[in-house]
């Protein structure tokens, strides 16, 4: 079964702060992709970035970095310097590599206080 | 469009209504999604399509949801005899191949249902 975890329902920080958000999966497949949204107020969920299982650099992309380790089932999401508009809910989701759906995390809210 | 398109973006429906929601994917997608977001979840998935096939059905919660692509492009999502739980957000995302390459899913901004 797949099952993807963000214990984190809501958190604020203060603009420019750096806010990580946690992410644990499980999933019995060797072969499988984890991906990170955002929904923002207006509802569309925008990707963010998509890792294999096999591939575990850690990414950095401007502000977004991710962290992927394999041994503890997790792929943490970490934005360095937040601002305002990074204000949104945000989504990990699993998918296996034969499969045809994602599940989803609950997601976690973010507020960036001005 | 460059994006996926849904309308129409609210819908308020009563109770025994029928409704219908309209998914426009990216031009050339294969793939095609149908997923329901219940307020304060992730959503879930409900159907897929590779170009006009249904292959996967098995997320739809009962047999009053219905889902077509009959050219292989648009697809509606029709809901019958609408139910309170069945308000929800129902977001359609598609891909570029075949759900084999497990690519990326770009999502619509989705169809907001309100059954009263």
């Known amino acids: 079964a797949q099952k993807v975890t963000q214990a984190q329902t809501e958190i604020s920080v203060v603009e420019k702060e750096d806010v990580t958000l946690d992410c644990v999966y499980e999933?019995?497949?060797?072969?499988?992709?984890l991906f990170w949204y955002k929904q923002p107020p207006s509802g569309e969920l925008v990707f963010l970035i998509r890792r294999n299982s096999f591939d575990e650099q850690n990414e950095i992309s401007g502000r977004y970095s991710w962290n992927f380790q394999k041994s503890t089932s997790s792929f943490n999401f970490t934005i360095t310097a937040s601002q305002v508009v990074d204000s949104a809910v945000y989504f990990c989701?699993?998918?296996?590599?034969?499969?045809?759906?994602?599940?989803f995390g609950t997601g976690t809210s973010l507020t960036v206080i001005p | 469009g460059a994006g996926v398109s849904q309308s129409p973006r609210y819908k308020v429906a009563k109770r025994g209504q029928d409704v219908a929601l309209r998914c426009d994917p990216i031009s050339g997608h294969v793939s095609l999604f149908w997923y329901q977001q219940a307020l304060g979840q992730g959503p879930e998935f409900l159907t897929y399509?590779?170009?006009?096939?249904?292959?996967?059905k098995s997320g739809l919660p009962s047999d009053r949801f219905f889902a077509e692509r009959p050219e292989g492009s648009v697809s509606t999502l029709k809901i019958q005899r609408t139910q309170q739980e069945d308000s929800a957000v129902y977001l359609c995302?598609?891909?570029?191949?075949?759900?084999?390459?497990?690519?990326?899913?770009?999502f619509g901004p989705g169809t907001r249902l309100t059954v009263l």
């Open positions: 399509f590779q170009n006009e096939a249904q292959l996967d």
């Open positions: 995302a598609s891909s570029l191949r075949s759900f084999r390459e497990a690519d990326t899913q770009y």
């Open positions: 989701a699993l998918i296996h590599s034969t499969g045809n759906q994602f599940y």
């Open positions: 999933t019995r497949d060797t072969t499988y992709y």
